[in-house]
């Protein structure tokens, strides 16, 4: 299959109109998402299940206007209709797979009537996730997410748009890699540093040298766009 290459935002940018709306970003790190939504004239808030994992975000934040928040994406802490839009941006799969349904759930209540749930996941394939695979397999995490996008509908969303496409991860070296899984999960460092050898070979194989220095990778994605269903079955 042929997809397109682009960026996250890219995507985001195409099927969502960001100006001057209220925009969730569940799970968002280091705030690299955030700080790009208050750039493109959103009013965004950020969401980390921990002050600790917001502190990043913090620290990088000049004065964008975004509000930060701890909660968990299956207990939103957020007053009902209180958003425009929801995004997981690569988030949905590290919610806990029995979970994941409920933050579909939690992302229609507290979204606006014609507000929109967007979901970006990587999928399980290609060489990056060959590689990423070393140091945790997310196989059943992805597919898990994609089941509950899959039953949205349940959730009283309504599927509005699907796009695949593929965006290029540059990985300077080692530990450039190391960094970026940690930064995901800090409980990987260990894991990582107990298959270093192993990732370290993978890397090269696996990857494509850049003319910049070190490696590239394709990474499959898709994304879903969900509309806002009122009165739909079985939502409260």
């Known amino acids: ?72 994406a299956e207990q939103l802490p957020l007053l009902d209709a209180s958003v425009d839009v929801v995004v997981f941006m690569r988030a949905l799969h590290h919610v806990p797979a029995e979970e994941q349904f409920t933050a579909l759930s939690e992302a229609h209540r507290v979204s606006r009537s014609g507000g929109q749930v967007y979901v970006a996941e990587p999928l399980a394939e290609g060489p990056f996730f060959e590689l990423t ?12 997410a994609q089941l509950a996008v899959a039953e949205a509908g349940r959730a009283g969303l309504t599927a509005a748009a699907r796009v695949e496409y593929e965006v290029v991860v540059r990985v300077a070296d080692l530990e450039a890699l190391r960094r970026r899984f940690v930064s995901v999960d800090p409980d990987r460092a260990g894991a990582f540093d107990a298959r270093r ?40």
């Open 133 to 144: 695979s070393l140091i945790e397999d997310e196989r059943e995490a992805r597919a898990a």
């Open 1 to 72: 299959m042929t997809r397109e290459i682009a960026t996250d935002m890219e995507i985001l940018e195409r099927l969502v109109d960001l100006d001057g709306r209220d925009v969730l970003d569940v799970g968002c790190g280091p705030g690299h998402l955030v700080r790009a939504l208050a750039a493109r004239g959103a009013r965004p808030v950020g969401l980390e299940v921990s002050a600790e994992r917001l502190a990043s975000a913090l620290a990088a934040d000049e004065g964008s206007g975004a509000r930060y928040l701890v909660g968990h």
């Open 197 to 236: 050898g192993d990732v370290a070979a993978a890397l090269e194989r696996l990857g494509k040298p850049d003319p910049g220095g070190g490696w590239t990778f394709h990474q499959p994605m898709r994304a879903d766009l969900l509309g806002h269903e009122l009165n739909a079955p079985g939502v409260a």
